[in-house]
């Protein structure tokens, strides 16, 4: 669960954004679609403690494990600057994955960086011989990141930017409502809060028989002992308060409470 | 020969110094990934009150400088499912428990302590930081009355169990607190709990945390704790399990020399999930390589040459 | 349009609300090689007593995660060498000065304070971390009587200055210091002095510190210096200076946004002798970034939509 | 006096020991036998304060400074992890460095890393063509560094180890009891505080007219303004703090208390 791995390679895929493959056999062995990490991004007391990156996909014929990011903030920063070769501390895989059925049709909704999961996600449905279609919104079509390897995967992708560089001009919610969301048996989405948000609305007027999201929080120890991670559920007794690290990342849409 | 690491605190025996800090391991289970829950001194589990607790809302975390901010609020599921549920599992263990006693009311901590005490708990720790509810939030640690009245309590339904004080160091001087705990019936002290703390995001400019103020733990506090520490040896001498940024052999050391016979590990568990499992075991190689043939000589060895 | 920076604090014109924290950039011409002194907000000086003192035995100084504990033990050179030597050439330069007093009884604060006046400092902070001998040693600022005494005596010989009551946040509880030392006659509050710590080496078994404990500084314990500025704030509504780990223009918009009007650098400098240079510098960019026309503006932003 | 300065060269020299070559024109130009650095080891708040190192040497018509130091804890461990290229903020030159006379017959005694400051003194009183005695001490033979370049300063060399694998065996303490201390005009003394304080009592004994000593304590600003790096100096009127910083860290023998 715990380990010191070592840098295979690191590039730079867009703006402030970066994918990195480490060497994890064991992790890359065990990974399901929707799980994460909690890398440590230094070997000082600052910062401090571990941060949560999901894991965007694994090679398991070569050991690899792959990581998307993009950096917004010191722990970011600080692992952009890693060169191949230097070694990083990780714990995983982490929480649980998305419910990946052996058969069907599958809507894959991302925002951002949530295609980080997702991508992983499409993989094994399509792996499958599962139907996928794939919406998809980004700022700019340079944000955009993994679309050859989305078309390599033979998935109808539709894409949306903030300025029409690619696609839809607007956001990836704006064009699922133009497009209407396609019969599928589970929707499944990642991206900023605001759009999971608007999204959640959607899928419920929409009448979309499960939607699964994945959700983010500042985390203490990932592994469900700190209730650091708390998002608001709602349960058979009224609200409760649910661990991203460890009842999630992944929930169904319907259950989770907006504040 | 292996160095001694066996150290008895308050009657309680433990098999080596370390143990958990209440909060941060939550019921021991959690960490079984990772740790052999039978190699360490003991485990401290998560303040329970008498009913269930949702805590606050969220964000209830954010990192500083060497250190982070927590305000989880207490979220626990409860006297009942504590004892329970989780209580037969850890004697399964054969690990020994220290359960972390909190409440909102004098009463409420004697009725949690009580249950935990006929459940068979090896000891008792009482989070004295939690709000009044009958003094408007203020901490029962920072009033001698209820430090007072809420130890006496527990003490009364705790047989003969070692029941530690868990004090901050805010609000009273630290000693004076001990002092008080321990005329009232602690048999020791747990030192620290977190210092009080507040973040700004500026750009939304509120404060980070849900609930605006929370808990500063982690290596940026380790020098108030060892500071208390240090004091509370010197001038009561009262058993004292120490805590406080702990991340690494030489930090426990820091604070078995100044007067702490356990060490606990708190946020240093997040940092390295089998920190209390490589400290134990580092211990054994630490001191030999030092020569000390038992760890006890160590305890309060940094105040030999000060007046004590 | 570039953004106002000019601040008034209680009376105080400040050019921009970036100053010094005593004891950190000695009588600020130590810092000149790196800074222009008349582009900071002002300079607070090392406290001052009223005969030299040699301070604390070495070593004074080690460093902590993300922080630092000193133990210098106010060395300096009396309030006579102050105001001949240090004061013209200050004056000279056009910048504004706050001299910080110390003493070990309330006597000695009073004629410290009044030297200074006289001599047409900008206004007095009072150290109030200072053991008071009188009480074995007992800090003045969690002495409510000693709070009150030595505020209300400097107070009276400062003349229409405005005088700053420096606290810690250790002993009493801060926002009840503040209101003491406000009713004394205090315009405002420094917030926050170091708070107590202890550093062992494990190697020799001793304390670090040469005087055994030190007063911990640095980016570590800025989460409770923005508490205590936050709690001040709302419950007093007092003019402050902020201060505790400041080492980024991100670092004094909390500041400044929990209700500090003035932020202090003190062991930021350490790290970058530049440093109070370049947030005076670059609050401007910050701020246009941001869309604030005046700083002002920000002053306890992080309030609103928090009950006050 | 404040320097983001690039990493020409890093060397290991002896078992945790290195030598590292920072391109600072400004400060080679400058800096005087005696003064110092301060070094920011990490661009994160952890290790925090700047790390005191002699100046070894400088080159000045390559705009280099040297710096020589031992590995003993994190911040000189983090030094030691940066490769040619890197980056580093310096802060000096700082402090009083020793009295260089133009004319005179000198002895240098160093122990350990003592020879950092030490190396750069040696180079300018030959560079004047003064006559000078080298007596050196360190824990074997392959501690005992810039022995080439010393003999090719044309120094009177005396060595010492504490295993006898060069020179002398035992301190240089001990070699130069024995062998006696040369006439001088000056004798200047850097290393480990005991041998310094047991040099200081054979200065005494033995009349040597002027002893120059440098000290280390640990430091906050390093430039006058805390008083952190406090020494005790016998003052006219008694016993007196000084600062290493900014009275030394050169300070003649005699006056330094050793407590
Ligand atoms: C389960 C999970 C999976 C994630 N997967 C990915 C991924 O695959 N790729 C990726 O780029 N990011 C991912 N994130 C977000 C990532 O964890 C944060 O961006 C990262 O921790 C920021 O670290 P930092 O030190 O660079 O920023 P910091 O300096 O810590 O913070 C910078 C800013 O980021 C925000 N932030 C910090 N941590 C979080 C958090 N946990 N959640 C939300 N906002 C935060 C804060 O608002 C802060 O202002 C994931 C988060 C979670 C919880
Ligand atoms: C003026 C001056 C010049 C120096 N020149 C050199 C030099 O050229 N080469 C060299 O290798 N070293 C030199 N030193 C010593 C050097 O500063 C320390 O070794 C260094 O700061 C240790 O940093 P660290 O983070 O690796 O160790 P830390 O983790 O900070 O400490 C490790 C151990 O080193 C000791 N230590 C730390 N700082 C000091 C200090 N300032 N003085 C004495 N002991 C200390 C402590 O006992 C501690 O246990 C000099 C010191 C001074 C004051
Ligand atoms: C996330 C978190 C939750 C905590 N919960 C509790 C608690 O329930 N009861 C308690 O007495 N202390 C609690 N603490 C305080 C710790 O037990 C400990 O006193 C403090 O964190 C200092 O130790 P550290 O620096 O090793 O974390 C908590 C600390 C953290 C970080
Ligand atoms: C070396 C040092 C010396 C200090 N001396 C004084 C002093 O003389 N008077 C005083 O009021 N505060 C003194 N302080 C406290 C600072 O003014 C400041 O309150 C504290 O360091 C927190 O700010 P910082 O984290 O930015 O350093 C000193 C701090 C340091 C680090
Ligand atoms: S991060 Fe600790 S419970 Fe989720
Ligand atoms: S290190 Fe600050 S005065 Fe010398």
């Not at chain 2, 989780?86 to 359960?99: C, D, H, Q, T, Y």
């Not at chain 2, 249950?115 to 709000?131: F, H, M, W, Y």
């Not at chain 2, 008080?180 to 019936?185: D, K, M, N, Q, R």
Request: charged content about 20%; hydrophobic content about 45%.
């Amino acid at each position: 669960m715990i380990y010191d791995v070592e840098i295979v390679t690191q590039r730079k895929v867009a703006t402030d954004c970066y994918r990195l493959d480490i060497y994890a056999p064991e992790v890359a062995a065990a990974a399901q679609p929707g799980q994460f990490l909690m890398v440590k991004t230094s070997f000082t007391l600052d910062p401090l403690l571990r941060r949560p990156l999901s894991i965007n996909t694994v090679d398991r014929t070569r050991g690899l494990v792959k990581i998307l990011y993009r950096v917004v903030g010191r722990g970011t920063s600080l692992m952009a600057g890693k060169k191949l070769g230097r070694r990083l501390s990780i714990l995983g895989p982490l929480g649980n994955g998305f419910t990946v059925p052996s058969k069907g049709n599958f809507v894959v909704v991302a925002g951002g960086l949530g295609i980080a999961p997702l991508f992983f996600l499409v993989q094994r449905l399509r792996a499958l011989g599962n139907e996928v279609a794939v919406f998809y919104g980004a700022q700019n079509r340079f944000q955009l990141l993994l679309i050859e390897e989305l078309n390599n995967l033979r998935v109808n992708l539709f894409t949306a930017t903030n300025n029409g560089s690619s696609g839809h001009k607007g956001t990836v919610v704006d064009l699922l409502r133009v497009q209407g969301i396609p019969p599928a048996e589970i929707v499944y989405a990642a991206g900023p809060p605001p759009m999971l948000r608007a999204l959640s609305g959607l899928f419920r007027e929409a009448g979309v028989p499960r939607a699964e999201i994945t959700l983010e929080e500042r985390m203490g120890c990932g592994v469900g002992a700190c209730r650091g991670c708390a998002v608001r559920i709602a349960g058979e007794e009224g609200p409760v308060y649910k661990r991203v690290c460890a009842d999630g990342p992944v929930f169904r849409a319907e259950e989770v409470i907006w504040e | 020969m292996r160095p001694v690491l066996e150290v008895e605190i308050a009657g309680l025996k433990l098999k080596n110094p370390i143990v958990t800090a209440s909060g941060t391991f939550g019921f021991g289970l959690e960490y079984e990934p990772f740790v052999n829950l039978a190699a360490l001194g003991g485990v401290v589990l998560k303040s329970v009150t008498l009913n269930p607790r949702q805590g606050n809302p969220p964000p209830r975390i954010t990192e500083t400088p060497a250190g982070m901010l927590n305000s989880i609020g207490l979220q626990n599921p409860g006297v009942t499912e504590v004892v329970e549920h989780f209580l037969p599992e850890l004697k399964r263990r054969r690990v020994k428990v220290i359960a972390s006693v909190a409440g909102e009311t004098a009463e409420e901590y004697e009725l949690v302590a009580g249950r935990l005490a006929q459940a068979g708990v090896d000891a008792i720790e009482i989070n004295l930081s939690c709000p009044n509810v009958s003094r408007g939030g203020m901490a029962f640690g920072s009033d001698m009355e209820a430090v007072r009245s809420v130890t006496g309590r527990v003490r009364a339904v705790s047989g003969g169990l070692p029941v530690f004080a868990k004090l901050g160091v805010l609000g009273k001087d630290v000693v004076e607190t001990a002092r008080t705990a321990a005329a009232a019936g602690a048999d020791g002290v747990s030192l620290i709990n977190t210092l009080p703390g507040l973040a700004v995001d500026p750009k939304s400019r509120r404060p980070v945390l849900g609930n605006v103020t929370g808990g500063l733990s982690g290596p940026a506090i380790k020098p108030v704790a060892l500071w208390a520490v240090w004091r509370v040896y010197k001038e009561l001498g009262l058993p004292i399990i120490g805590m406080g940024g702990v991340t690494s052999i030489q930090d426990v050391l820091e604070f078995i020399m100044c007067g702490a016979t356990a060490v606990a590990v708190g946020t240093g568990n997040f940092v390295n999930p089998r920190l209390t499992m490589e400290l134990a075991g580092g211990l054994d190689q630490a001191l030999s390589l030092e020569g000390v043939q038992d760890i006890k000589e160590l305890i309060g060895a940094a105040h030999l040459g000060s007046e004590r």
